[in-house]
Nanobody, 133 residues
Framework: QVQLVESGGGLVQAGDSLRLSCVAS????????MGWFRQAPGKERELKER?????????????FYVDSVKGRFTISRDNAKNTMYLQMNSLKPEDTAIYYC?????????????????????WGQGTQVTVSS
């Protein structure tokens, strides 16, 4: 089973930037689609309540975003380091959430289920991002 560990969250002001990292154990990282999801305060802690933020194909050649973060967030990966990143710029209070990374099958993205949290096999423990106004 792949283990995922997120880091990089914190408390920032609106307009600031943060970079989240997700380090994966195991040999399957480079052949797996990866995603970032978030769970806002007050939402039930169920998998299906996690909001899709971004995803990246196994090779890193294609990326996908929810409309609300397009132009502000950038997902990337370094397969040599088994690490995925989420660069978040121009943060807004509505970006406040627990951010989770997730790993899926090689051909999950692109696809109709790429933004479905139930399609991803393993998850990290999450990292809190709080944006004050």
């Amino acid at each position: 089973q792949v283990q995922l560990v997120e880091s990089g969250g914190g408390l920032v002001q609106a307009g600031d930037s943060l970079r989240l990292s997700c380090v994966a154990s195991g040999r399957t990282f480079s052949v797996s689609a990866m995603g970032w999801f978030r769970q806002a305060p007050g939402k039930e802690r169920e998998l299906k309540e996690r909001e899709f933020v971004a995803a990246i194909t196994a090779s890193g050649g294609s990326t996908f975003y929810v409309d609300s973060v397009k132009g502000r967030f950038t997902i990337s990966r370094d397969n040599a380091k088994n690490t995925m990143y989420l660069q978040m710029n121009s943060l807004k209070p509505e970006d406040t959430a627990i951010y989770y990374c997730a790993i899926g099958s090689q051909y999950l993205c692109p696809g109709s289920r790429c933004n479905d949290p139930t399609s991803f096999a393993s998850w990290g423990q999450g990292t809190q991002v709080t944006v004050s106004s």
